[in-house]
């Protein structure tokens, strides 16, 4: 497959049109035509159902636009990084993470960083553990932030100073409000929305003293503002960490657990990852940055 030709795939699947994605490439309608045409007979897949009003994609078809997205980010990023002058140092640096205020510090470095080297930008994914560790492995990322166990002997890694705090987000007018700590024997019968990461899940149950099956979980989410909304709308209490929800002037508050359960937060990166100067400049700045945490 020629990247060029993926990039046609693309203008397809993005315009659903045979004609619209043509003029945007000024290709002729019957030449891009033939392109799509030869792509699917090398593939032996049909990866478009030809409409009257709109092109839509089959299963392959959505299978390779994410590929081909990912293969042309990949290309653009090692082309910049390849091409960028000796003298100015600029490029871009991609970071995954999940929801955490730790995110904090990396935001003061990037801007710490972007005062000397103002050619460097920052790309923020935010994602689940497994969306983070994929995207590493497929090199779409050049750090990830993992919070609580991983795997030391796939990555480098660089243990975050940073701990998160577990809590439950709730109306301030549910019977639980009143308690300054949640007990595990508090939550044992009440609506529960948990985080959908099976590792955060594990760490809960074994704090709650309980088996799945034994709690009444309503809902599971990867994102807090949307469990926050249906916490706001009284369907249960959600599990989350702390300072990632603004609870004042809101129906809702955060109560921590007791006793306290914390997340250990790693910076991790592939141990075949080849550095670009941007990032070894963002990883010696964090260093220094997280040093002068500590103190704190």
Known sequence: MELRVLQYF?????EQNISAAAQSLHLTQPTLSRQLKELEDTLGKQLMIRGNRKITLTEDGILLRKRAEEILDLVNRTEKEIMQSDEMITGDIYIGTGETDGVRQIAKTAKQLQASYPGISFHITSGDAS???????????????LLGDIDKMKYNYMELPMKDI??????????????????????????????????NKSGLYRWLGKEPVELHTVATYNLIYNASLMVDEGMGYAFTLDKLVNT?????????LKPKLMLDMY????????????????????KKNLAEYSED
């Open 10 to 14: 693309l203008a397809v699947a993005r």
């Open 248 to 256: 004042s002037n809101s129906n809702l508050c955060f109560r921590p």
């Open 267 to 286: 910076l991790v990166w592939k141990k075949s990852q080849v550095f670009s100067k941007p990032t070894e400049l963002f990883l010696e700045s964090l």
């Open 166 to 199: 577990w809590g439950v987000l709730m109306r301030r007018d549910c019977p639980l409000a009143g308690k300054n700590t949640i007990a595990p024997k508090d939550l044992w019968d009440k609506p529960l929305i948990l985080s959908r990461q099976v590792g």
């Open 131 to 145: 969306d983070v560790c994929e995207r590493l492995e497929r090199g779409l990322l050049d750090f990830g932030i």
